[in-house]
């Protein structure tokens, strides 16, 4: 299957950004939709502290293939999680360490209204991840654009989806890593036996 039987075609001088914009919107609202269920904030939280995972490539990896996305070739994956880590880390990442020392008790503006520059943070931060998200899709359909792919993607792929980014990122799994990866994506496709390795 090509890009072209995914809505992500070219147009003219290039895809339109409404291609994007429309992937991307979906994408957003797949991840709070999956963010909102039953575990899964959980056990993304305890993935992203204790391993450093990225909730928003992790989200791409369950996403992008569920929806049946044409298979990006492992260059062009990894060249979509570059142009995102760089973001992820400067922007998102610090935006979630100011939330976070403003919610300290110890923080000084704890003792002040620091509750009401938190909430100005997150909804920086969520917008920040929104972006994160879209520059994933983007960089997605780029790469897609230039090297079609035939290979249509399966929920039952997302389990190769997300070993190939915890490759990329040097992450290891332990028992604990793969029961809060089922949690996720148990929810996200109602089959978590895809994750065992």
Not at 9 to 14: D, F, H, I, L, P
Not at 102 to 113: I, K, M
Request: proline share 4%; aromatic share 6%.
């Amino acid at each position: 299957m090509t890009a072209e039987g995914h809505g992500l075609e070219e147009s003219g001088e290039g895809r339109a950004a409404s291609d994007v914009s429309a992937e991307a919107d979906l994408f957003w609202r797949f991840s709070l939709a999956l963010y909102a269920k039953p575990g899964v904030k959980q056990a993304c939280l305890a993935l992203q502290d204790r391993l450093g995972v990225d909730v928003n490539v992790l989200f791409f990896c369950i996403w992008w293939p569920s929806g049946g996305k044409p298979r990006l070739d492992q260059e062009d994956f990894d060249g979509v999680l570059a142009e995102a880590a760089a973001w992820s880390r400067q922007v998102v990442v610090g935006l979630r360490t100011v939330r976070r020392a403003l919610g300290s008790e110890r923080a000084p503006a704890a003792r002040l209204d620091g509750a009401a520059l938190r909430k100005k943070v997150l909804a920086v931060e969520l917008e920040a991840e929104r972006l994160e998200q879209a520059m994933l899709v983007d960089a997605a359909i780029d790469r897609l654009s230039a090297h079609p792919s035939s290979e249509a993607g399966t929920p039952a792929r997302t389990d190769e989806e997300i070993d190939r980014y915890f490759s990329w990122a040097g992450i290891q799994r332990r028992a604990d890593d793969v029961r809060d990866l089922e949690a996720i994506v148990g929810q996200a496709i109602g089959d978590p036996s895809i994750l065992q390795s």
